[in-house]
Structure formats: structure tokens, C-alpha cells
């Protein structure tokens, strides 16, 4: 009875565990050791464009491949090691249809006992003697993995969508915000004649928040061609204190807005020191550095900007000692549209986009960006770059 009874029990977990796979709206393929496929699940079938039992025993390699640059090895599996999850973020693969899927892999490695692996969970083997059960023997036990397939054509196509959508309506705006910019600036600076006094603070708030909005506008733009592959990079050698040097010029003026003395310490061995980076790109990520430095600083203060090397790369740190930076927001400092609070906003108007934009465009040139700061006393922001010498060795 005993025996019946556990194989009644056996057989129905099995079914629960097929069933709750069969419906699942993601894909799951189990994979052995080798990259060939053991078993996959419908939804795997249908969003791979396979008939009901025609991806047992293919080869992984062969199902989930882009035919133009190979993107995914059956390699990365095995260099997974025991208990450890591997995402692959974005996959591109071709149809047999022709038409174009992308996925995103979740891999995890296990153990199995069972010879031919399915998803059914282990049979036992029974002691019919002593009507109890024992595990295979460890002896057996092989490598296999799991992987569960997303499907992001959707998310991508809305994301698509979107984007159409905001570059088109910020692109729009641009034009007539031109020449609300132009014609106040002309206003505030007197070129128009004298302004009234009672109208100045207005006019003067009004260019303000035109300009801040033209920054913001600007910046989505940016973020957009960066997240869609449409901003373009020129990599050249540059030596880096020049970039500084300029860099420093572009915001002078600013600093002097805000009673803030801008200096550059480069000692002369790292004088000569160069990267192979995009220049617009790079004097755009330090000049939101230096500007955020000398706004978040007290009047008649001082902002440093610095240049040292670190093995095989280069810190280029942007320090400044105005009100640090809490332990709360230090996790979301990167994100797009992050403020400290709503006070700060006002206090000191920005975008919240300009830090997130610096750390993409480090990182599409092979850089990083982070910082150092303490509440109160102020911050250290500073990005690091692979040095051109290292590029060519």
C-alpha cells in the first residue's frame, strides 16, 4: 500500500509540475552539460517557431543564435559555476520565418540524478523489501541548466514607440523655445534698451526656467539617441589636460555667476597623459561634473579639478565643498530624474538627468564615473578612462 500510495503521489506531483510549465507564458528549455536540449516547454516551442517535440536533442547553439555576429556561446554555461544565476540581458535571434525575436536568458545550473532528464521531479528507487525509498546514487549526478526565455519584442517595440514619440514632441518644442530664449536673453541683457526695474526680477526668472528647460529638452534627446544606438562617437587621442584646460574655460563664466574660484592642479608627470575618447562627448560629462560642483558650493569657495593615474587608467576628480551628499540618494544619484528632495529642486534647479546621461557616456567609452562625498562638507566626483598606451599594447 505503502509503495502505491508514494507512487500515486509521485505521479501526481509530476503532473502539477508539467501542467504549471505547459501554461507558463515564458519559455523554458532544460539543457544538458553538453548544450543539448532535454526537454522544453510550449511556450519555449512557440515563441522559437518549433513544432511540439522538435527541440529535444538540438543543440542550444543552433537554436539560439544571431546569424550575423553570433552574440550568445554555448560556452558562457558552462563557465557558470554551481548555484550562481547568468542573465544575458538581450538576445537577438532569427526565425525560421525570417522574422527577428529578442529574449532575455535567465541561467541557472543544477544537479540531476535521473539519465534522462526531463521535467519530471526524480523517481526513486524502491526497496521493495522494506517498502522504503532511496535517492539515486550520487554517483549520477550530472550538470544540467535551466533557462527561462522572456520575450522583450513587445517591450521593445512599445519602447520604440515612445521614444518616436518624445524625440518628435521634444524636437518640436525646440524650435519655438529658440527663440523665447533668444528674445529674452536680448531683453535681460539690455540689448533692447533699458528694462524697468519692477520687470527685471520676472524677465530674469523667465530666462531662467527657459534655459533650464532648453537643458532638459537637450537632454532627453541625448538619452534617447544613446538608448537607440542613434548618437554617434569619434574616438580620437587626446591628451587630457587640454580637454581639462578648455573645459574649465567653458564654465568660467558660470562660476563667476555664483562667486566660485575654479582651479586645475595637474602635476606635470600627468601632464602629458591621453585617451582615446569622443572630445565633444568628454567635455560635455566634465562640464556637468564642474557646473553641479560649482552650484551645490557656498559663495567664494573653491572647486578643484585634478588629474592623477591609477595603474592603467586615468582619474580626472572634480571636488568641491559645498552640502555632500546624503547616505539615502547615494543609490540613486545615477538614475534618470533624481533629485535629492523636492527643496534641493527648487533651490538648485536642475533636470535630474545630467548625471545619469555622464555615467551612459562614460561607459560607451569604455570609461566609469563615481564619487566620494560627505554630508555637509562636500563632494568628490570622479571619472576614470583606460589609458591611450593600454589601448595599444
Given at each position: 500500500m505503502?509503495?502505491?500510495?508514494?507512487?500515486?503521489?509521485l505521479?501526481?506531483?509530476?503532473?502539477?509540475?508539467q501542467?504549471v510549465?505547459?501554461h507558463?507564458?515564458?519559455?523554458?528549455?532544460?539543457?544538458?552539460?553538453d548544450?543539448?536540449?532535454?526537454?522544453?516547454n510550449?511556450?519555449?516551442?512557440?515563441?522559437?517557431?518549433?513544432?511540439?517535440?522538435e527541440?529535444e536533442?538540438?543543440?542550444?547553439?543552433?537554436?539560439?543564435?544571431?546569424?550575423?555576429?553570433?552574440?550568445?556561446?554555448?560556452?558562457?554555461?558552462?563557465?557558470?559555476?554551481?548555484g550562481?544565476?547568468?542573465?544575458?540581458n538581450?538576445?537577438?535571434?532569427?526565425?525560421a520565418d525570417?522574422?527577428?525575436?529578442?529574449v532575455?536568458?535567465?541561467?541557472?545550473q543544477?544537479?540531476?540524478h535521473?539519465?534522462?532528464?526531463?521535467?519530471?521531479?526524480?523517481?526513486?528507487?524502491?526497496?521493495?523489501?522494506?517498502e522504503?525509498?532511496k535517492?539515486n546514487?550520487?554517483?549520477?549526478?550530472?550538470s544540467?541548466?535551466?533557462?527561462?526565455?522572456?520575450?522583450?519584442?513587445?517591450?521593445?517595440?512599445?519602447?520604440?514607440v515612445k521614444s518616436?514619440?518624445?524625440?518628435?514632441?521634444?524636437?518640436?518644442?525646440?524650435t519655438?523655445?529658440t527663440?523665447?530664449?533668444?528674445?529674452?536673453?536680448l531683453?535681460?541683457?539690455g540689448?533692447?534698451?533699458?528694462?524697468?526695474?519692477?520687470?527685471?526680477?520676472?524677465?530674469?526668472m523667465?530666462?531662467?526656467?527657459a534655459e533650464?528647460?532648453?537643458t532638459?529638452?537637450?537632454?532627453?534627446l541625448?538619452?534617447?539617441?544613446?538608448?537607440?544606438?542613434?548618437?554617434?562617437?569619434?574616438?580620437?587621442?587626446?591628451?587630457l589636460?587640454?580637454?581639462?584646460?578648455?573645459?574649465?574655460?567653458?564654465?568660467?563664466?558660470y562660476?563667476e555667476?555664483?562667486?566660485v574660484?575654479?582651479?586645475?592642479?595637474?602635476?606635470?608627470?600627468?601632464?602629458?597623459?591621453?585617451?582615446?575618447?569622443?572630445?565633444?562627448?568628454l567635455?560635455?560629462?566634465?562640464?556637468?561634473l564642474i557646473?553641479?560642483?560649482?552650484?551645490?558650493?557656498?559663495?567664494?569657495?573653491?572647486?578643484?579639478?585634478?588629474?592623477?593615474?591609477?595603474?592603467?587608467t586615468?582619474?580626472?576628480?572634480?571636488?568641491?565643498?559645498?552640502?555632500g551628499?546624503?547616505?539615502?540618494?547615494?543609490?540613486?544619484?545615477?538614475r534618470?530624474?533624481?533629485?535629492?528632495?523636492?527643496?534641493?529642486?527648487?533651490?538648485?534647479?536642475?533636470?535630474?538627468?545630467?548625471?545619469?546621461?555622464?555615467?551612459?557616456?562614460?561607459?560607451?567609452?569604455?570609461?566609469?564615473?563615481?564619487?566620494?562625498?560627505?554630508?555637509?562638507?562636500?563632494?568628490?566626483?570622479?571619472?576614470?578612462?583606460?589609458?591611450f598606451?593600454?589601448?595599444?599594447?
Amino acid at each position: 500500500m505503502l509503495v502505491q500510495r508514494r507512487t500515486l503521489e509521485l505521479e501526481e506531483s509530476k503532473w502539477r509540475l508539467q501542467s504549471v510549465l505547459d501554461h507558463a507564458a515564458d519559455g523554458i528549455l532544460t539543457v544538458t552539460a553538453d548544450g543539448r536540449i532535454a526537454s522544453a516547454n510550449r511556450a519555449a516551442e512557440v515563441l522559437l517557431s518549433h513544432q511540439a517535440g522538435e527541440l529535444e536533442t538540438k543543440a542550444l547553439d543552433q537554436i539560439l543564435v544571431d546569424r550575423e555576429d553570433v552574440p550568445f556561446r554555448i560556452q558562457s554555461l558552462s563557465e557558470n559555476t554551481l548555484g550562481e544565476a547568468l542573465t544575458i540581458n538581450e538576445l537577438r535571434h532569427l526565425r525560421a520565418d525570417g522574422s527577428e525575436l529578442s529574449v532575455e536568458l535567465a541561467i541557472g545550473q543544477v544537479r540531476h540524478h535521473f539519465q534522462d532528464m526531463n521535467f519530471a521531479p526524480e523517481m526513486p528507487v524502491v526497496d521493495q523489501a522494506n517498502e522504503t525509498y532511496k535517492a539515486n546514487s550520487p554517483v549520477n549526478l550530472q550538470s544540467a541548466y535551466i533557462i527561462v526565455l522572456h520575450d522583450l519584442t513587445e517591450r521593445k517595440r512599445a519602447d520604440k514607440v515612445k521614444s518616436e514619440f518624445v524625440s518628435s514632441v521634444s524636437h518640436e518644442l525646440r524650435t519655438p523655445l529658440t527663440a523665447i530664449r533668444g528674445t529674452l536673453g536680448l531683453i535681460v541683457g539690455g540689448a533692447l534698451g533699458e528694462v524697468p526695474q519692477k520687470m527685471m526680477p520676472l524677465l530674469s526668472m523667465a530666462n531662467s526656467n527657459a534655459e533650464r528647460l532648453h537643458t532638459l529638452i537637450n537632454d532627453i534627446l541625448d538619452f534617447e539617441k544613446l538608448e537607440y544606438g542613434g548618437m554617434l562617437f569619434k574616438f580620437e587621442t587626446h591628451v587630457l589636460l587640454d580637454l581639462l584646460i578648455q573645459t574649465v574655460e567653458y564654465n568660467t563664466a558660470y562660476a563667476e555667476k555664483f562667486s566660485v574660484h575654479l582651479v586645475v592642479q595637474v602635476e606635470e608627470q600627468y601632464a602629458a597623459l591621453s585617451a582615446n575618447v569622443d572630445k565633444g562627448r568628454l567635455i560635455q560629462v566634465l562640464s556637468n561634473l564642474i557646473s553641479n560642483a560649482i552650484k551645490f558650493s557656498p559663495r567664494g569657495s573653491q572647486v578643484t579639478v585634478t588629474m592623477t593615474r591609477h595603474d592603467e587608467t586615468v582619474r580626472i576628480t572634480v571636488q568641491d565643498h559645498g552640502i555632500g551628499i546624503s547616505e539615502e540618494f547615494r543609490s540613486r544619484i545615477f538614475r534618470k530624474f533624481s533629485q535629492e528632495d523636492a527643496s534641493i529642486n527648487r533651490k538648485y534647479a536642475g533636470t535630474g538627468l545630467g548625471l545619469s546621461l555622464a555615467k551612459s557616456m562614460m561607459e560607451k567609452m569604455q570609461g566609469s564615473i563615481g564619487f566620494e562625498s560627505v554630508l555637509g562638507q562636500g563632494s568628490s566626483f570622479y571619472i576614470e578612462l583606460p589609458l591611450f598606451d593600454r589601448l595599444i599594447d
